[in-house]
């Protein structure tokens, strides 16, 4: 087996993963989709960020019917955040990432190129995400019933939908806090919910991000998908055996270094 077929199993064995943690928290998916595409697969950056919508999207619609059935998604909910990011992140992905020049700046010793900077702000969004994952969310009781601001929940939908189809990200990180302070919503049916919006945000990105001149490689992305899927299986039998925030505090902090080591990468090891 030579080094590019040995890079391909680690990457499909690692996508298993990245089922596990949507299975088990709800958002982690793309966190780790893309870093495994760009660093083990060696997929170009861009191209990495729409291979991740489809198989984070594929994964959580698969992972949103199962919850589905337990009575753990809140429909209602999920049209309500999920009009405004599908709008936002379908025209991230089909006009504003487009239109990013192949160089944005440049100096006598260094040049920003596009892929660099969609990694650089992945990484952004990567420590951000962890540390929202490592601080305890103080989550609302469910008797607690408050009247839901419409207007806040269209603008967070809008900037989830904007990070999510800039990075090729599920935006399940931002998606749970919004439904758990913003909608009041208990957490177990927050990730439920979580999963059918970044099913459908994520799938509706993909769409608008498929192009003549986009060279898909649908070996790649299907087996990679399925892979997924089938960490999302084991993800849901292991989340009944873990307590869910030691698990989302320990895959914080790996976010969090993930994070670290892709700026680190991008900038000084060029």
């Not at 969310?137 to 989830?160: D, H, M, S, T």
């Amino acid at each position: 087996m030579n080094p590019l077929e040995l890079n391909s199993v680690f990457g499909y064995l690692l996508a298993v993963i990245v089922g596990i943690t949507l299975g088990l928290v709800g958002s982690g998916g793309s966190i780790l989709s893309v870093p495994i595409l760009v660093y083990i697969m060696g997929i170009e950056p861009i191209l990495a960020t729409a291979y991740s919508l489809f198989i984070v999207g594929t994964t959580a619609l698969f992972g949103g019917i199962q919850k589905a059935k337990q009575k753990l998604v809140d429909f209602r909910k999920v049209v309500l955040f999920g009009i405004p990011t599908i709008l936002s992140v379908f025209i991230t992905r089909k006009i504003i990432v487009p239109r990013i020049p192949e160089i944005l700046f440049t100096t006598s010793h260094f040049t920003l190129h596009k892929p660099v900077f969609i990694m650089i702000v992945f990484a952004i969004v990567m420590i951000f995400a962890s540390i929202r994952m490592i601080k305890p969310l103080a989550v609302e009781k469910e008797e607690n019933i408050e009247k839901l601001n419409y207007i806040n929940i269209f603008i967070q939908g809008l900037f989830i939908g904007l990070i999510a189809g800039f990075v090729g990200a599920g935006g399940g990180f931002l998606i749970i806090p919004a439904l758990l302070f913003l909608a009041k919503t208990p957490m177990k049916m927050a990730v439920g919910t979580s999963l059918f919006i970044v099913a459908s945000q994520s799938l509706i990105g993909f769409l608008g991000d498929l192009r003549p001149e986009q060279n898909l490689n649908w070996n790649v992305l299907i087996t990679f998908t399925i892979c997924s899927i089938i960490g999302v299986l084991i993800g849901s039998f292991l989340s009944k055996k873990i307590e869910g925030e030691k698990l989302k505090t320990g895959f914080g902090w790996f976010v969090l270094s993930m994070g670290i080591y892709i700026i680190f990468k991008e900038l000084l090891f060029q």
